[in-house]
């Protein structure tokens, strides 16, 4: 019987207010959790504490300690490679940095979901593509807020 090694990594304020990955280091396989989903859009907790930037910062943080051979199993969906966490990650990234952009030039709610909706592929499901765009639209208001603190 092989002995396997088990890290549990602690990401406050990702998916929710405590989430926890697991890596199984010897071979090389991280559970997610709900941090990282193949269905598309992710429900985010904000009511607990959940946040899109740490959400990225999350699965930046997956992504520097993985190679092409390591493997993830995701809060939903089949076991994946880096190549789809980096795809799930540059999809949350750019959904928050147009947020960000039109927020910055003090568009209305509902002009930054259409444009930003415009820009998604139709297909992406998951959370309904309007909600999770108002809700990331909530955070950065947030977000910023604090950092002019």
């Given amino acids: 019987m092989k002995e396997e090694t088990i890290e ?19 071979a090389d396989i991280y559970h997610t959790g709900d941090i990282f989903v193949t269905y598309g859009l992710p429900v985010i907790d904000e009511d607990t ?14 992504l520097a300690h993985a190679d092409d051979k390591t493997r993830f199993i995701p809060g939903h969906g089949p076991l994946c490679s880096k190549k789809e966490v980096q795809a799930y990650r540059n999809l949350l990234a750019s959904i928050r940095d147009q947020v960000v952009l039109s ?17 998604l592929d139709p297909k992406i499901g998951g959370i309904n593509q309007e909600k999770f765009i108002a809700q990331v639209y909530r955070m950065v208001k947030n977000h910023e807020k604090l950092s002019t603190k």
């Fill in 49 to 62: 504490g959940g946040n899109i930037y740490a959400m990225i910062e999350a699965i930046d943080t997956l």
């Fill in 103 to 119: 927020s910055r030039k003090e568009k209305a709610l509902k002009e930054i979901i259409k444009e930003t909706k415009a820009k």
């Fill in 8 to 26: 549990l990594v602690y990401f406050k304020n990702a998916h929710t207010d405590g989430d926890a990955i697991v890596h199984f280091k010897k």
